[in-house]
């Protein structure tokens, strides 16, 4: 039964599909990048070299008390230096895809809201928002720094926006947090993930917490999460004029933890 009903759907042979697969198994999906990938690209390598180095020692190596210490280092450091990539790796391909969701609906949405993406990078939050519209818009800035995640390009995310079906509800802009090129009382809701913490100075991540609170309006909310200055943006976000502005436990899907920052203006 099984085989006489997978012979009856029909094949579909191009290009895009040489092996006359299914149709239906060839959906694209979205991709929505690696994030620090030379930080998991070197986790990596010196996980993988320092195992190695462990096992060979521990195969042609003399037997001393010393080569044994050697041994156990570059084997159990190895592993988890190895472990650690790993983890960095499932966290960007499948748990923040995972923590997008339960961060996104905890927003009440009506779906004709105006949606900020500060550090949209490949449109996590972005089309995360722009699935929850139906008659609204979501914006996403970037500066498109490649070093901060994978393949970090205007283009890729209008391709994803395309795979997810909201690419008519998405815009792309080239942009600074620290000035946003839009005007007071703007957006309904201001979102940004893993992306303020590349602004080095304090001064300049404090600057931008002013613009995203400059652009909301009245009533609307932010959610940032980040793995770094949480508290800092807490703070500031108090400082600028937010109500309700609650800090959560870390989480730790990328190892480093990652902390989310929420508030409503006011």
Request: with cysteine.
């Amino acid at each position: 039964m099984g085989l006489r009903a997978e012979a009856s759907r029909p094949l579909v042979s191009s290009p895009e599909n040489p092996l006359d697969m299914p149709a239906e198994t060839k959906k694209p999906k979205p991709d929505y990048g690696l994030d620090a990938p030379r930080v998991v690209r070197n986790f990596f390598l010196l996980g993988a070299a320092a195992l190695l180095g462990g096992l060979a020692l521990a195969k042609f190596g003399p037997r001393s008390i010393f080569i044994a210490t050697l041994i156990g280092t570059g084997i159990v450091g190895g592993s988890i230096w190895m472990a650690t990539a790993g983890l960095m790796f499932f966290g960007s391909k499948v748990l923040k895809v995972r923590l997008r969701e339960r961060l996104l609906d905890g927003i009440p949405w009506r779906g004709d809201e105006r949606v900020l993406d500060v550090g949209c990078g490949r449109g996590l939050m972005l089309i995360g928002a722009a699935k929850r519209l139906t008659n609204g818009s979501a914006v996403g800035v970037d500066l498109w720094q490649t070093e901060d995640q994978s393949g970090n390009n205007p283009e890729t995310t209008r391709a994803n926006a395309v795979v997810e079906g909201v690419s008519g509800r998405v815009e792309i802009k080239t942009g600074d947090a620290r000035q946003l090129p839009f005007e007071a009382n703007h957006f309904d809701a201001v979102v940004s993930s893993w992306a303020l913490h590349n602004i080095y100075d304090r001064a300049g991540r404090e600057q931008a917490l002013r613009e995203i609170v400059r652009v909301l309006k009245p009533g609307g909310r932010v959610v940032l999460v980040d793995i770094r200055h949480a508290r800092e943006y807490a703070e500031g976000f108090k400082q600028a004029g937010l109500a309700d502005v609650q800090l959560s436990p870390p989480n730790f899907l990328f190892v480093i933890p990652s902390r989310v920052v929420t508030g409503r203006k006011v």
